[in-house]
């Protein structure tokens, strides 16, 4: 029988595999915190509290960090990256307004989702609303090209998620739908965040190309542990409970392995508990020892360990600088969350 990896942070923290990115970025990055707050205010009272509520709650922004650092490492120096690091926030910042709502979730990072304080409509409506700055940042950079980008992030991205309200509650999704969800739901803005570097520096495409690797590879790696954790993490680590995943009936590739690898009795009880919505209080602790039994948290640490894999290659087109050395901790740290 197969144990469940414990997913607990190590002694000095997993964010030390970020030191070096912070460093990196930390002049620029003071610049994009300062430009997004200036773009949140509005004359609606409403939309710069629910957005502020959210993007002042302590979440790392590794994504535009990525845009910042890209976009170094190929040598650029202008302000262009500022602006599109604030737009890539922005874009991140709607959708887990939007995925909240539809996912009906209460929490976000730690504290009340802006759903249970301001109500569904808002939160969408707000998400609209830093779609809308994001699109108009992209638009003073003057690149058509980093815009073609990120628009077409924007649609892969809700492409995302209508796929992953298609396979949610549903046992029968296979993993290579789980992973396009994935692609298409976290990657891309992860992918896109990181090909718009090397474009506004004019690079060649097989560097844009490259960049664009790494970062969908990393931001799947990224989904694969944080659905890992969801059975195993800790709370304040995780910024909600242990087990949501599970509660809210969602699909993640744990659940997939175990149930493909389950017995007829074991398949029933996911059915049971995520189609039909009747888990009870006790489920949870058996959905854990069923995963557990299959190895599907090993395993799925073992996919996301193949991606970041996959990204480290990535960048072999680089030279070997402290940008692209500083990018290389970034893969540890995705995945060094898992122990």
């Not at 170094?72 to 500022?82: E, F």
């Not at 890992?228 to 800790?234: C, F, I, K, S, W």
Request: charged fraction near 25%.
């Amino acid at each position: 029988m197969g144990v469940v990896v414990p997913l607990e942070e190590r002694p000095g923290g997993t964010d030390a595999g970020l030191a070096p990115l912070l460093k990196l970025v930390a002049p620029a990055m003071e610049r994009v915190n300062a430009f997004i707050l200036s773009r949140t205010g509005s004359e609606v009272v409403m939309i710069p509290e629910v957005a502020n509520h959210l993007i002042s709650s302590g979440g790392k922004r590794l994504r535009p960090m990525l845009t910042l650092a890209t976009s170094a490492l190929c040598g650029y120096s202008g302000d262009g990256d500022v602006k599109l690091a604030a737009a890539v926030e922005f874009m991140h910042t709607a959708t887990l307004l939007h995925d909240d709502v539809v996912d009906g979730s209460e929490m976000r990072r730690g504290k009340l989702a802006a759903r249970m304080l301001w109500g569904n409509e808002a939160s969408v409506l707000v998400g609209d609303f830093l779609l809308g700055q994001a699109f108009k940042m992209m638009v003073e950079v003057g690149s058509l090209e980093a815009l073609r980008i990120l628009s077409e992030a924007a649609a892969v991205i809700a492409e995302g998620e209508v796929m992953q309200l298609a396979a949610a509650k549903n046992t029968a999704t296979t993993e290579d739908e789980y992973l396009a969800v994935v692609r298409g739901k976290t990657a891309e803005l992860f992918a896109a965040a990181c090909e718009v570097g090397p474009v506004i520096a004019g690079r060649p495409r097989a560097e844009q190309a490259a960049a664009r690797s790494y970062g969908m590879n990393l931001g799947i790696a990224f989904q694969l542990v944080d659905d890992a954790l969801d059975y195993g993490g800790r709370e304040a680590k995780l910024g909600k409970k242990v087990g949501d995943d599970f509660r809210e009936g969602k699909i993640t590739l744990p659940v997939v392995l175990a149930y493909r690898r389950g017995s007829a009795e074991e398949r029933l009880f996911w059915k049971r508990t995520l189609e039909d919505g009747d888990a009870q209080d006790a489920d949870l602790a058996e959905a854990i020892r069923l995963l557990g039994k299959h190895g599907a948290i090993e395993d799925t640490l073992a996919r996301a360990r193949h991606y970041g894999a996959m990204a480290r290659d990535a960048l072999a087109l680089f030279e070997d600088r402290s940008e692209a050395r500083a990018l290389l901790d970034v893969i540890g740290f995705v995945t060094a969350r898992a122990h």
